[in-house]
C-alpha cells in the first residue's frame, strides 16, 4: 500500500509538471521570482468531497492517510509558474531567483477570512481588550488600570466581554462609574450586540431616560429609572453616536494595524463586512497608494444608504485581480442569539413570550437591499435566528422572482446560525452561500442550546446537515468577535470542540466537517464565495501566487491527533507572489 500511495504521488507530480510553463522560456524571461523547494504541498486541485464528506478517488489519501501532492512551487510576476517536484521546480531558476528551503514545512493555497471586521480589530489592538474575562469586576479592573495612562476627561474604549455567557448576569453603570470617575467609557460586547458605559458617558452623549430607543433595540433602566449604562442590540447604536469620531490617521492605522495583523496570521484576503463610507474612502487611499499588505473584498454597508446609493448608481466591480475589490453588500437582518436578539419561530427556550428582532425592526432596508442586488450586487444578510434566516431567505427569493438574473449573484447569508429543518435543503435551492464561523459554534455551545431547546438546536452551526442540502459553505470568523486563528478556526470545524478539547467527542459531532472540507472552507470555498475561482483557492500554474505556509500539516494531524493543530505556527504569507509576512 505505501508503494501505492508514492506512485500515486509520483503521477500528480507528473501530471502538475506538465502544467507549468516551459522552464527555458522562464529562463530567458529572468528566471523564476520565487522558489519554494522541499515543501508539504498541498494543490486541492482532486475533486472535492462529498455530501458527506467522503473523499473523493483522485484525492492524495489512501490507507495511511493524507500525503501531499507536490514539494515544491515556482512563482514569477505575481501567478504560479509550476507546482509539482522540488528537481522540477529549480529548472526555473535564474539569477535573481530566490529559493526557500521550507524543510518540511506545509503549504496551502492562501487562506481567506471572508466575514472579518478588520478596521475593529486593528481598533481593537489599541483598547481595553476584554476576550475572555469572565467577569464584571475583573473587565472594570482592566479599565482602572487603562485610566491611569489616559488624561482625566479623555474617552477610554474596550471590547470583547461576551454577551452570550453574561446574558444572565448583564453588567450595568454602578460599579464602573465608581471605579472610573473621570474618564467617559465604551465598552463594546463581543459580537457587537451589546454596549455597556458609565455614567460619565452618558453625561457626555446626553443620554437619559426619555432618549429615543431604536426600534429593535434596549436600554435598560435602572431603579430609578434612569438608563442603568447597557445597550443591547440596535440601542448600541446610541453609544456608537456620542463616541467621538476617529481622525482619518486613526483609521488609516487600525486599517493597517488590522491588515498586517491578518497577514501575520496566515491570510491572504479578507472579506471586509459592513463598509461604511469613511472606511470605504481609507481602503480606497491605501489602495490608490499600494500599501494594502493583503486583497480586501469590500462588502458596503447597507446601513449607510448615501453610500450604498452611489454604488447602486455605477455599479460593482467588473474586475478581480485589484486589491481592493467592490461587488457585495452587507446587511444586518436580525440580533445575535446570545443577547436574545437574534428572530427565532418560536419563543426562546429560556424566555417564554421573546422571539427577538428583525427586518425594519433591525434596522433592515428591504427596497435599499432589493435595488443593491438588481444593480449587480451581491449581498450579504446577517441572519442568526430561525426566523431570521427563513425570512432572508424569502426576501432573496422574492427579488429572484422579481428578476431571475439577481440569482446569479451568489448572494450569502452571515452566519446561517439557527436554521429550520425545512430551511435548510432552500439555501441549495437557491444557490445561496452559508458564511458560517467554526469558532461560533464552539463558543456558543456553553448556552446555545439553552436559547433553543434540544430540539432547535439540532438546526444550528449545523454545517453538515447544509452540506448535504447541496448549500454552499464558506468559513470566517467574524473577527474580532472571535479569534482568527486558523488553528483555532480548523480545529472548531474539524471536531466541534473548544480550545481546550471539550466535550470529549465534539458538540453535536454529527455535523463536523473533514480536514478537506475545513480547509477548503477558508480557501478554494471562499474564492467561490468572491466570484474568485478560477483565480485562486487551488495551487495551479496560472493562478495567482497567493499561499500559505505552516509548521503543522492539518490534513495528517486532523486523523492522528486534530488538538495538536491548536499548537501551529504560522511561517509565511504570500499575496501575489510577494512575501508579505516570514517567520521561517
Known amino acids: 500500500m505505501r508503494y501505492l500511495n508514492t506512485l500515486l504521488a509520483t503521477v500528480f507530480l507528473i501530471i502538475l509538471t506538465g502544467c507549468g510553463q516551459d522552464p527555458a522560456e522562464v529562463s530567458e524571461a529572468g528566471g523564476a521570482d520565487l522558489i519554494l523547494v522541499n515543501g508539504r504541498v498541498y494543490t486541492l486541485t482532486w475533486d472535492e468531497p462529498g455530501r458527506d464528506g467522503t473523499v473523493m478517488p483522485d484525492a492524495p489519501h489512501g490507507a495511511t492517510g493524507w500525503h501531499p501532492d507536490a514539494e515544491a512551487i515556482a512563482t514569477r510576476a505575481g501567478e504560479i509558474l509550476f507546482a509539482g517536484s522540488t528537481r522540477d521546480a529549480m529548472e526555473y531558476q535564474g539569477e535573481n531567483t530566490r529559493v526557500i528551503d521550507l524543510a518540511g514545512a506545509t503549504v496551502l493555497p492562501g487562506l481567506v477570512d471572508s466575514h472579518t471586521h478588520v478596521l475593529e480589530l486593528g481598533s481593537k489592538l489599541n483598547e481595553v481588550d476584554l476576550t475572555d474575562i469572565p467577569t464584571e469586576e475583573e473587565a472594570v479592573a482592566l479599565v482602572v488600570e487603562k485610566a491611569k495612562s489616559v488624561p482625566k476627561g479623555e474617552w477610554i474604549t474596550g471590547s470583547g466581554w461576551d ?29 457587537g450586540f451589546a454596549a455597556w458605559a458609565n455614567q460619565l458617558a452618558l453625561d457626555s452623549g446626553g443620554i437619559t431616560a426619555e432618549s429615543e430607543v431604536p426600534v429593535g433595540g434596549e436600554m435598560r433602566l435602572g431603579d430609578d429609572g434612569e438608563p442603568n449604562g447597557l445597550f443591547l442590540n440596535r440601542a448600541t447604536t446610541m453609544l456608537d453616536a456620542i463616541l467621538p469620531p476617529p481622525s482619518r490617521e486613526t483609521l488609516i492605522n487600525n486599517f493597517l494595524m488590522g491588515l498586517n495583523q491578518m497577514a501575520e496570521d496566515g491570510y491572504v484576503a479578507v472579506h471586509e463586512a459592513g463598509v461604511s463610507t469613511d472606511a470605504m474612502s481609507v481602503l480606497e487611499q491605501l489602495e490608490e497608494e499600494n500599501r494594502l499588505p493583503i486583497r480586501v473584498y469590500a462588502m458596503l454597508s447597507l446601513r449607510d444608504e448615501p453610500l450604498i446609493r452611489k454604488w447602486v448608481a455605477k455599479g460593482p466591480d467588473a474586475d478581480n485581480d485589484s486589491m481592493l475589490v467592490t461587488r457585495a453588500v452587507k446587511a444586518y437582518y436580525d440580533g445575535a442569539l446570545g443577547s436574545r436578539g437574534a428572530r427565532l419561530i ?62 446569479k449573484n451568489r448572494h450569502r447569508i452571515e452566519h446561517a446560525q439557527v436554521i429550520h429543518p425545512d430551511d435548510i435543503p432552500r439555501l441549495g435551492q437557491l444557490g445561496v452561500i452559508a458564511s458560517m464561523e467554526p469558532p461560533h459554534a464552539v463558543e456558543d455551545k456553553t448556552w446555545a442550546e439553552e436559547r433553543l431547546g434540544p430540539d432547535r438546536v439540532l438546526g444550528a452551526y449545523a454545517w453538515r446537515s447544509l452540506r448535504e442540502a447541496d448549500a454552499a459553505l464558506t468559513f470566517n470568523s467574524d473577527n474580532p468577535g472571535s479569534d482568527h486563528s486558523i488553528f483555532y478556526g480548523l480545529h472548531a470545524a474539524i471536531t466541534r470542540q473548544d480550545k481546550n478539547q471539550q466535550p470529549e467527542g465534539g458538540w453535536y459531532a454529527d455535523q463536523a466537517m473533514s480536514s478537506d472540507e475545513a480547509i477548503r472552507g477558508y480557501t478554494s470555498w471562499s474564492a467561490y464565495a468572491s466570484f474568485r475561482e478560477d483565480d485562486t483557492g487551488i495551487i495551479e500554474a496560472g493562478r495567482w501566487a497567493d499561499l500559505t505556509v505552516l509548521d503543522v500539516d492539518p490534513f495528517v494531524l486532523a486523523d492522528e491527533s486534530p488538538g495538536d493543530i491548536l499548537n501551529g505556527r504560522v511561517l509565511m504569507t504570500i499575496v501575489n507572489g510577494s512575501v508579505v509576512y516570514e517567520n521561517l
Open 163 to 191: 454577551e452570550g455567557a453574561w446574558a444572565n448576569r448583564y453588567p450595568d453603570k454602578v460599579l464602573l462609574s465608581e471605579a472610573v470617575p473621570d474618564h467617559p467609557v465604551f465598552l463594546d460586547s463581543l459580537h
Open 346 to 407: 418560536y419563543d426562546y427556550e429560556d424566555q417564554p413570550g421573546h422571539r427577538g428582532v428583525s427586518g425594519d425592526g433591525y434596522g433592515f432596508d428591504q427596497s435599499l437591499n432589493a435595488a443593491a442586488m438588481k444593480a449587480g450586487f451581491q449581498v450579504a444578510i446577517h441572519a442568526i435566528g430561525d426566523a431570521g434566516n427563513r425570512e432572508a431567505l424569502d426576501i432573496l427569493e422574492t427579488v429572484f422572482n422579481e428578476e431571475p438574473a439577481t440569482a
